[in-house]
C-alpha cells in the first residue's frame, strides 16, 4: 500500500557532514508488496500487483515494472510515491526512508472500490498483501480488504505486523495465512517468544489465533515453525552462503501464495516456501531469486510434523 522507489548507493566510504559523490546508482521499485510480486514474476505465475500510486515516481515504478512485463493495476493519489535510500558504505547499510504520502478519505474509499473490481474478476485466484499502511488510512484498513476478498471466495496471505496484524486478528474476517517473524510475534502477544518449538506451538495456540488456517512462523537461519489447522510443523533449513537476506521473507510470501494457488500438500507449501526465502538470502538484490539452486535446496529442506 506505500510503494517506492529504492535508491542504492554504493560508496566506499560514507563521510559525514560533507559531499559524497556516488558513480554507481540503482533505482528500483521497492516496498514488500513489489517484492513478493517480482519473485512471483520470477516463478512464471501470473501476477498483477496494485496500491496506491502517486507524482513522477509512482509513473516510474509503473513504468519499470512494465519493462520487466509485470503487469499492474495501481490507484493514482494526489499525494507523490516515496523514495527510501540505502547507504551502502563500509560493510554497513544506512538507510534513510521516506514516510510516503498521506491518503485522503476519499482516495482511502475509492481504493476499496478499484480493489474490490480487481478481486471479483476471475482471473484472480488469491490475494497477497504485504507491509505496512501508510498515513490516512484507517488501522483496520486491512480488515476491509479481506473482508472484500471473503465476499469473492479468494484466500489472502497476510505479512504486516503492529496494530494492523492486531486488528485483523480481532476482526471477523480472516486471512488464510500470516507469515510472522518472531519479533513481530512477540509485538503481538506482547511477551518476547523464543525459536523453540515447544514454546512456538503453546503460543500459536492462543485464542487471538482462532480460524486462521495457516501460521508460519519465519525463522531465518534455523527454518520456519507453522501450524496449519491441528498440524504443527518444524521446518529445518540447510546452510547456505547469505549475501543479503533482506526481503527474505517476502520472497518466503511469494512461495507460500503460489504453492496455495497451485494446491500444493502442506509439505510442499512448506518447501517451497523455505527455498524461496534462501535463494533470496543468496542473493544480492532484493526480491530476486536464481532459480538454478531451487531443486537441490528444496530436497535439503526438512519438514518434521511435532
Ligand atoms: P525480511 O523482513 O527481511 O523480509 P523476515 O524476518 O520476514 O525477513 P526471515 O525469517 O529472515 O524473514 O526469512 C524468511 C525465510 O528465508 C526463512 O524462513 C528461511 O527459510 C530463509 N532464510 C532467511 N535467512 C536465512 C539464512 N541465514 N539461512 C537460511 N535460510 C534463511
Known amino acids: 500500500m506505500n510503494p517506492s522507489v529504492d535508491i542504492s548507493y554504493p560508496l566506499e566510504k560514507f563521510n559525514l557532514d560533507t559531499v559524497n559523490r556516488v558513480v554507481k546508482v540503482s533505482k528500483t521499485p521497492g516496498g514488500k508488496g513489489l517484492n513478493v510480486t517480482r519473485v512471483l514474476k520470477q516463478l512464471n505465475d501470473e501476477v ?20 520487466k512485463g509485470i503487469k499492474n493495476n495501481f490507484f493514482e493519489i494526489s499525494g507523490e510515491t516515496r523514495n527510501c535510500i540505502a547507504i551502502l558504505h563500509e560493510g554497513n547499510q544506512t538507510e534513510i526512508l521516506e514516510k510516503g504520502p498521506t491518503i485522503t478519505k476519499s482516495e482511502s474509499d475509492n481504493f476499496l472500490e478499484h480493489f474490490e473490481k480487481l478481486v471479483k474478476s476471475k482471473e484472480i485466484k488469491i490475494i ?3 507491509g505496512s499502511l501508510p498515513d490516512g488510512l484507517e488501522i483496520n484498513y486491512y480488515s476491509k480488504m479481506i473482508e472484500i476478498c ?66 508460519i512462523v ?89
Open 218 to 306: 519465519s525463522l531465518g537461519a534455523d527454518g520456519a515453525f507453522a501450524k496449519h489447522n491441528d498440524k504443527f510443523y518444524k521446518v529445518n533449513v540447510p546452510n547456505i552462503k547469505v549475501v543479503n537476506p533482506v526481503g527474505s521473507g517476502d520472497s518466503t510470501v511469494a512461495g507460500i501464495t503460489s504453492a496455495i494457488y497451485e494446491n500444493a500438500s502442506d509439505e510442499n507449501l512448506l518447501r517451497k516456501a523455505n527455498v524461496l526465502g534462501m535463494l533470496n538470502a543468496m542473493e544480492k538484490l532484493t526480491g530476486f531469486v536464481n532459480l538454478e539452486n531451487y531443486d537441490k535446496l528444496f530436497n535439503e529442506v526438512e519438514i518434521l510434523e511435532i
Open 128 to 130: 497477497a498483501i504485504s
Open 48 to 67: 498483477v500487483a496494485t496500491g496506491f500510486i502517486g507524482g513522477a515516481l509512482g509513473t516510474d515504478i509503473q513504468k519499470k515494472l512494465l519493462e
Open 150 to 215: 471473503e465476499k469473492y471466495k479468494k484466500s489472502v496471505v497476510l505479512d504486516c505486523s503492529g496494530k494492523a496484524l492486531l486488528e485483523v486478528l480481532k476482526n471477523e474476517y480472516k486471512p488464510k495465512v500470516i507469515k510472522p517473524n518472531t519479533e513481530e510475534l512477540s509485538q503481538l502477544i506482547g511477551k518476547d517468544v523464543s525459536k523453540n518449538p515447544d514454546e512456538l506451538k503453546k503460543v500459536l495456540k492462543d485464542k487471538l489465533f482462532e480460524k486462521i488456517e495457516w501460521i
